[in-house]
Every structure is written in C-alpha cells, then in structure tokens.
C-alpha cells in the first residue's frame, strides 16, 4: 500500500537555526499538507498545497515559514528561524483531490525539539 | 466555542464492552466529518467517513446529527487492540483543511 514517508523522523535544533523537514507524498496525490501537534495538544492545520501555489494557510503559518515542491517527488516545509516553541511533531498528509471529503493521508511525522 | 470539542476521556472499559463517543462542532456549514485515530506518537489514520445516514465498518458505527451538530462513535466488541486515542475531524467547507477535536483516549483492558 502506498504511504506518505516523511524525514528525518526526529531533529534536534537550537533556537534560530533553519530547519527543512522533508516529505515524499503519495506518487498520484497532487494536493500536500503540513499540520503540527505540540506535545499533549490537537492536530493543527498549518498549510496546503496545490499545482505549485499555497492554497490555504493558518495564522500559525506566519512569514517563518515555508513550503516548496523542489522536485516531482519531494515536498518541503522550511522553518526559517526556530523558536522554542515550533517543538512539535510535524506531519506531512497527501491527498488525490482537494475536495474536503477526500481522505487525507498522512506521514508519520518528524519530531522536532528547539533547544 | 471551540470548533470540534470532544470528550478527552480516558474511558477505561474491559475487552467486550460497548463504549461510544461523542463529538460536537461549531461550523453548521460543515459538508464532511470524519474519525481518525491515533495511537501514542504516531499518525492519525483514517478510521472512517462519517455520513448523513449514519454508516457502520464492522464493529464501528458512525452517526451524524446535524440539527444537534454531533456525531458519535460506537465500537461494539472492544478488542485490546482498540486501545488509542479517537479524533473528531471536521472537513472545512471549500477547503481541504481538517479542523481536529483534542481527542478521546480510550484504554481497552483485559
């Protein structure tokens, strides 16, 4: 079956430091989302992604944030300038169609700590 | 008022048992609703859609009010394995963002 693989699984970061977690979505998805769930808290959506254009964002994707499909493959979200409180899991979720009662499916997230 | 609210538990039930939960939502305009769920620090994975007419996957049922704006969960049979914590997702009109409820811990003991 075919999965949304996302890496590193974890990292490690000091406050300001630039950090790019990758994601490799389901080869025939063409719609990619970033969400974060801070420890003990909800899922929360940050960011979607269509045909090379952001489609939607949250108030938490703020100017700090980035996201990009370098390749036909990979899709990146870039955290600029850590701070402490970016330490969350990040899951990458991809879908075939950008209707709201298709499946999203999603990675297994990348653990990131600002030290 | 918070968009999806849920219950945050944890209900503790033995292997058997029947146990249902409920959650509420804010936006009427709302079109899809889902149950993910999501076992400790991994995914959330897709449970099922929930439809009007309410649906049902094995031991799994799903209802949808939406006069009342809730939907619920019924896990029939409880097995160890249904040990997890349970995501009321909501589908955003026009969107593809999913708004989640914090999530209903359920522990299935022996």
């Known amino acids: 079956e075919p999965e949304v693989t996302q890496t590193p699984s974890h990292q490690v970061t000091q406050m300001g430091q630039e950090v790019i977690l990758r994601c490799v979505p389901i080869s025939n998805h063409l719609y990619f989302y970033w969400y974060r769930q801070i420890l003990g808290q909800k899922v929360e959506f940050l960011v979607s992604?269509?045909?090379?254009?952001?489609?939607?964002k949250s108030e938490i994707f703020d100017d700090q944030f980035s996201v990009e499909r370098p390749d036909g493959s990979n899709f990146t979200l870039k955290i600029r300038s850590t701070k402490l409180e970016d330490s969350a899991m990040y899951f990458c979720?991809?879908?075939?169609?950008?209707?709201?009662?298709?499946?999203?499916?999603f990675g297994p997230g990348t653990r990131l700590l600002v030290l | 008022r918070k968009e999806v609210e849920q219950d945050p538990g944890p209900f503790n039930v033995p292997e058997g048992a029947t146990v249902a939960f409920n959650c509420t939502y804010s936006n009427s305009a709302s079109q899809s609703f889902f149950w993910y769920r999501q076992d400790c620090r991994k995914e959330p994975k897709l449970l099922m859609s929930?439809?009007?007419s309410g649906n049902e996957d094995g031991r799994f049922t799903a209802q949808l009010n939406r006069a009342s704006q809730y939907i619920s969960l019924l896990i029939r049979d409880s097995k160890l394995s249904d040990s997890a914590t349970y995501l009321c997702v909501q589908g955003n009109t026009g969107f593809q963002k999913l708004v989640f409820g914090t999530g209903t811990r359920l522990l299935v003991s022996p």
């Open positions: 992604f269509y045909n090379n254009e952001i489609s939607e």
């Open positions: 979720a991809s879908s075939r169609q950008g209707v709201v009662w298709e499946t999203q499916y």
């Open positions: 929930v439809y009007s």
